[in-house]
């Protein structure tokens, strides 16, 4: 259950930028081949924001697909899990997307009044 | 709550098992790598409002204090290397008798990661090597802190390997660099020919994998070349050392490749 962990670590990466002004809307970028499961994250933030600036922000996770290119033959083809392959048969395959795990930016909330 | 990890920082614990007279001083904390960071805050001088780029990896604190831990490794000399796998492929039974094998050609000691217990510390302790049990409770991996935290305790020597034996897990410890100059894989063959490919992550940060229990291939159905050939499928080219720890077959090799080691990420 490493997403508590990560989970808490968008707090920490909010809280070290925005303080403790109330946050609306935090949106995360968790690539597809990253091994983070976006749900369990989705369970986990409401524990971890509960009592901090966060509480009830809603949290929107952006779920880039995998992507790749094969150095052998050149094709540039998605990767839908994390086997390495070409269908030339090429297992010398670079990653160009899909392993992204990261806050990508926040909504604040409207101050009251 | 700890910053890095989701377990209850108080949960952790980090012990030295006593080992000979001239390590019963209490240990220098001052002499490990930094273990916190000061809780930061934004440089903010006007309201904050609409949309506020962050663009902050999500691994970004561990990562850092794993970058303390191998330049604090680096400047020592010291090798550490994480062996990760499932509960019972056999990390322990394999680290006794490496020790048994290396000692004393040169210096090891062992931080051994667990949810409870002194199990496997005792295990070590019994080889003759320094040994740190580091208890995570709720914890599901070693993070860069904890590694830390257990090398203030253990206070290797320079030039010396340490072995940091995860928490048994096939998921959860592959996220987290520690600052180890290689992550070792073990599966055991009983464990089936298709863990890697269910369990990729892992497979996929690994700089080499040992394929335990070998001697027990004949009772088992899995075929060790397409193992082999797994562990390649999402590792393109990782070295790969079938051996069995009862037997001793392929210890020579595993050996031998832990001499090539360099304290610095290969």
């Not at chain 1, 986990?44 to 924001?49: A, G, Q, S």
């Not at chain 2, 203030?152 to 998921?171: I, K, T």
């Not at chain 2, 060790?224 to 562990?231: E, K, N, Y």
Request: glycine share 10%; charged share 25%.
């Amino acid at each position: 259950m490493h997403e508590l962990a990560i989970t808490q670590g968008v707090v920490d990466a909010v809280t070290e930028r925005t303080g403790s002004a109330p946050v609306a809307v935090v949106r995360v970028r968790v690539g597809r081949l990253a091994g983070v499961v976006p749900d369990a994250m989705r369970f986990c933030f409401e524990l971890v924001t509960a009592g901090t600036p966060l509480e009830g922000a809603e949290l929107e996770i952006e779920q880039p697909e995998g992507r790749a290119r094969c150095r052998s033959c050149g094709r540039n083809f998605a990767l839908p899990d994390p086997v390495l392959l070409c269908r030339c048969g090429s297992a010398d395959v670079e990653v160009l997307a899909g392993r992204e795990l990261g806050v990508a930016s926040v909504v604040m909330a409207e101050p009251a009044g | 709550m700890c910053g890095t990890c989701g377990c209850g920082e108080a949960d952790v614990r980090v012990e030295l098992l006593a080992f000979g007279p001239d390590r019963s001083g209490g240990p220098d904390r001052s002499r490990g790598p930094d273990q916190e960071e000061p809780a930061g805050h934004g440089h903010r001088h006007e309201p904050l409002t609409g949309v506020v780029d962050i663009e902050t990896a999500l691994l970004a604190k561990n990562d850092h204090l794993a970058g303390h831990n191998r330049a604090w490794l680096a400047e020592r000399g010291i090798v550490a290397l994480n062996l990760m796998s499932s509960p019972g492929s056999g990390k322990t039974s394999l680290l006794a008798r490496t020790i048994a094998e290396l000692t004393p050609s040169r210096p090891v000691s062992v931080i051994e990661g667990d949810q409870e217990t002194r199990i496997d510390a005792e295990r070590i302790r019994s080889t003759g090597a320094p040994v740190v049990q580091i208890n995570t409770g709720a914890g599901c991996h070693l993070d860069a802190d904890m590694l830390a935290r257990g090398l203030a305790e253990l206070r290797p020597p320079d030039g010396s390997l340490v072995f940091v034996e995860n928490v048994g897990n096939l998921v959860c410890p592959a996220l987290f660099d520690l600052g180890e100059a290689a992550r070792i894989v073990v599966v055991s063959v009983t464990e089936g020919e298709d863990k890697p490919l269910k369990y990729p992550q892992m497979f996929s940060v690994a700089d080499l994998v040992l394929i335990n229990k070998v001697d027990l291939l004949p009772y088992v159905d899995v075929q060790l070349p397409r193992l082999v050939a797994h562990c390649r499928a999402v590792r393109p080219g990782v070295r790969v050392l079938p051996l069995s720890v009862t037997t001793g077959e392929g210890m020579a090799a595993w050996c031998d490749w832990l001499l090539t080691c360099d304290p610095v990420r290969r």
